[in-house]
Nanobody, 124 residues
Framework: QVQLVESGGGLVQAGGSLRLSCAAS????????MGWFRQAPGKEREFVAG????????YYLDSVKGRFTISSDNAKNTVYLQMNSLKPEDTAVYYC?????????????????WGQGTQVTVSS
């Protein structure tokens, strides 16, 4: 059974940083793609960043390029999202997701497994 467990959310002032972690278990993830999504109140879930576990190819939402970095530690089966220069508009619940295809997708409906989410709040 696949489990994704996020951690690292919290409250931070604008301009600050947070690092989210997503610990994956229950599978060999070398043929998977991983994504970080976020959902703010009243808004749809949106793609933030993604990484192909085997190729290491990364993709980002335009508004987070240059501020957020997605990375993976294959030995620990963990994916990270380093978030710098945070803005109030980054406030949302952040979710980790996995799809059993090695190609990243921006469509949340193409992901097979989801974590429980972690709250990120950026104050102005």
């Amino acid at each position: 059974q696949v489990q994704l467990v996020e951690s690292g959310g919290g409250l931070v002032q604008a301009g600050g940083s947070l690092r989210l972690s997503c610990a994956a278990s229950g599978r060999t993830f070398s043929s998977y793609a991983m994504g970080w999504f976020r959902q703010a109140p009243g808004k749809e879930r949106e793609f933030v960043a993604g990484i192909s576990w085997s190729a290491g190819t990364t993709y980002y939402l335009d508004s987070v390029k240059g501020r957020f970095t997605i990375s993976s530690d294959n030995a620990k089966n963990t994916v990270y999202l380093q978030m710098n220069s945070l803005k109030p508009e980054d406030t949302a619940v952040y979710y980790c997701a996995a799809r059993s295809v090695a190609v990243v997708s921006r469509n949340p409906y193409t992901y097979d497994y989801w974590g429980q989410g972690t709250q990120v709040t950026v104050s102005s």
